[in-house]
């Protein structure tokens, strides 16, 4: 069955340094979506990319963060100076069309130190 | 402020029993509405969707209501197994908002023999 995929699935960084967190959607899905999960908390959206583009993103999502689809099957978030109030789950989803199930990947723990 | 409310306090019930679990929601006017299952250091997992128009959606053991009236979603497990343990979520997609998902806390459930 076909999944998304994350790498990696643990990153630890020192406080300031940029990370990028890798994700494979499903091969034939047009929507691709990053979400972020704080310990103990509720899953929150943070950014949707379609047609090359962000089409929402959340006010979370600010200058420190960037995503980009640099080849036909990645599709990458970037935390340019990470804070320590970043550290959370971060899930890639994505789904074929709009306003129908999104599959998750299982998530990269980011703890930064 | 808009709000996605799901019970805080795990839910224990004995196997074979059925699950109900609620989601209520104020000041969003939700076109779908989508469930979840979570697992410890998981990614969510999609279950069901109903849309605004439907008031009953069922897929083998699981069944979805939405009350737009009440501003209300039950998801019911019947005959339930110690497997069905885990945290389930409650979404809201909004309509024309590129399908962003907006998650509720989610309510453990917890299936004992």
């Known amino acids: 069955e076909p999944e998304v995929t994350q790498t990696p699935s643990h990153q630890v960084t020192q406080m300031g340094q940029e990370v990028i967190l890798r994700c494979v959607p499903i091969s034939n899905h047009l929507y691709f979506y990053w979400y972020r999960q704080i310990l103990g908390q509720k899953v929150e959206f943070l950014v949707s990319?379609?047609?090359?583009?962000?089409?929402?993103k959340s006010e979370i999502f600010d200058d420190q963060f960037s995503v980009e689809r640099p080849d036909g099957s990645n599709f990458t978030l970037k935390i340019r100076s990470t804070k320590l109030e970043d550290s959370a789950m971060y899930f890639c989803?994505?789904?074929?069309?709009?306003?129908?199930?999104?599959?998750f990947g299982q998530g990269t723990r980011l703890t930064v130190v | 402020s808009q709000k996605i409310e799901q019970n805080s306090e795990a839910l224990n019930i004995q196997e074979g029993k059925t699950a109900t679990l609620t989601c209520n929601y104020t000041n969003y006017s939700p076109a779908y509405l989508q469930w979840y299952r979570q697992d410890p250091g998981r990614g969510p997992v999609f279950l069901l969707l109903?849309?605004?128009?439907?008031k009953e959606k069922r897929k083998e053991r699981l069944k979805v209501t939405f009350d737009t009236t009440l501003k209300q979603s039950l998801f019911h497990i019947t005959a339930s197994q110690p497997a069905d343990s885990a945290t389930y979520l409650c979404?809201?997609?909004?309509?024309?908002?590129?399908?962003?998902?907006?998650f509720g806390t989610g309510t453990r459930l917890q299936v004992t023999l």
């Open positions: 990319f379609y047609n090359n583009e962000i089409s929402e």
């Open positions: 989803a994505s789904n074929r069309e709009m306003n129908t199930e999104a599959f």
């Open positions: 979404a809201i997609l909004t309509a024309g908002t590129a399908s962003k998902l907006t």
């Open positions: 109903i849309r605004e128009n439907e």
